[in-house]
C-alpha cells in the first residue's frame, strides 16, 4: 500500500492538516494585529516633551500643538512667587521623549490666593504666636505693645487696621499687626462704652482706650456668624478708672432686646440684674 496515499487518508492525516491550517491563520492573525497595533501605537515615532514652565496656557497649548501634543491640566495651587495662571509643574519632565498625540499633564498657578484662617494665638506668647502665623503663610509685620495685665501675651491681632477675630481668613502671604501686652501701666483711664458693638468694634475701643479684652461670653454659641452679636454687657462698668490694660469682659448676644437690661454693682461687689 502507498503510504502517503494511505496518510492522506487516514484519520491522523486529516488531523494533520487542520492543524496546520489553524496554524497559519494564527499566524495570519498575529501579524495582523501587530502590524495594526503599530500602526495605532505609532511605534518608532516620538515627540520630545518641550518645557512649559513659566508659560500660560494660550502659549502651552500652541507649544504642544507643534510637537504633536495636547495639556491636560490635572490641578492648580497657588504659589506666591509665581505668575498666577501660568504652569509651574509638568508630566512628563521637559526633554522626555513620549509617543505623538500624547497628553502632558501640567499643574498652574491659581489665579486666586488662597486663603487660610486665623488661629486662636490670644492668651499666648508673641514669639509661639508669630511662629504659628508664619507656619501658614502669615507674616508679622509690626507689634503694638499695650498696657496688659500679662506682659508679652497676644493681646488682638490687626489686619489692614482692624482687630481681627480667630477664624477670619487671610490671604496667604498677608502681613499682620500683633498687639502684645507690655503690663499693666501706671495710670488710670476711663472704661470706655461697649454696650451695643460688635465684637470687632468692642476690640478696636478696647484697644484705642489702653485696655484689654478679657472673657467673651456669647449667650448663644456663634457658627461663624460672630458679626451678627452686640455686647448687651461688660464688666467694670462704662466710665470707671481703672488701670491702664486692665482686662474687659464682655457678654453677647444676637438679641437686641438685651440691651435694655442694665446690671449694677451691689455693695459686696457682686452683679444683680435690674430691669427698668
Given amino acids: 500500500m502507498d503510504f502517503k496515499k494511505f496518510w492522506s487518508e487516514s484519520l491522523g492525516g486529516f488531523i ?3 492543524f496546520l491550517l489553524a496554524a497559519a491563520i494564527l499566524v495570519v492573525i498575529a501579524w495582523i494585529a501587530l502590524y495594526f497595533t503599530d500602526i495605532y501605537t505609532q511605534h518608532g515615532q516620538t515627540e520630545k516633551v518641550p518645557d512649559l514652565s513659566g508659560m500660560y496656557m494660550e502659549e502651552v497649548e500652541i507649544m504642544l500643538r507643534n510637537h504633536n501634543l495636547y495639556a491636560q491640566i490635572i490641578d492648580s495651587v497657588y504659589v506666591k512667587n509665581k505668575k498666577s495662571g501660568t504652569v509651574i509643574q509638568q508630566t512628563p519632565a521637559p526633554g522626555s521623549a513620549i509617543k505623538s498625540n500624547r497628553p502632558v499633564y501640567i499643574i498652574i498657578n491659581s489665579r ?17 504666636a508669630d511662629a504659628m502665623l508664619r507656619a501658614i503663610g502669615i507674616n508679622v509685620s509690626n507689634v503694638e505693645y499695650t498696657p496688659s495685665e500679662y506682659k508679652d501675651l497676644v493681646i488682638d491681632v490687626k489686619y489692614g487696621g482692624r482687630s481681627i477675630s480667630p477664624g477670619y481668613r487671610i490671604p496667604e502671604g498677608s502681613y499682620v499687626t500683633l498687639v502684645v501686652g507690655s503690663g499693666l501701666g501706671g495710670e488710670d483711664v476711663l472704661v470706655p462704652v461697649l454696650k451695643g458693638k460688635s465684637l470687632e468694634d468692642a476690640k478696636q475701643l478696647a484697644l484705642e482706650a489702653t485696655v484689654v479684652i478679657g472673657a467673651i461670653d456669647f449667650d448663644v454659641t456663634p457658627h461663624g456668624n460672630e458679626e451678627a452679636y452686640i455686647v448687651y454687657r461688660q464688666r467694670p462698668a462704662a466710665g470707671k478708672l481703672v488701670p491702664a490694660g486692665t482686662r474687659i469682659d464682655i457678654w453677647l448676644s444676637k438679641d437686641k432686646e438685651m440691651l435694655n437690661k442694665t446690671f449694677e454693682e451691689d455693695e459686696t461687689g457682686k452683679e444683680e440684674e435690674v430691669f427698668f
Wanted: charged share 35%; proline share 10%; glycine share 0%.
Fill in 16 to 18: 494533520l492538516k487542520r
Fill in 112 to 128: 486666586q490666593v488662597r486663603k487660610t484662617p486665623l488661629p486662636e494665638i490670644n492668651d499666648i506668647s508673641y514669639r509661639q
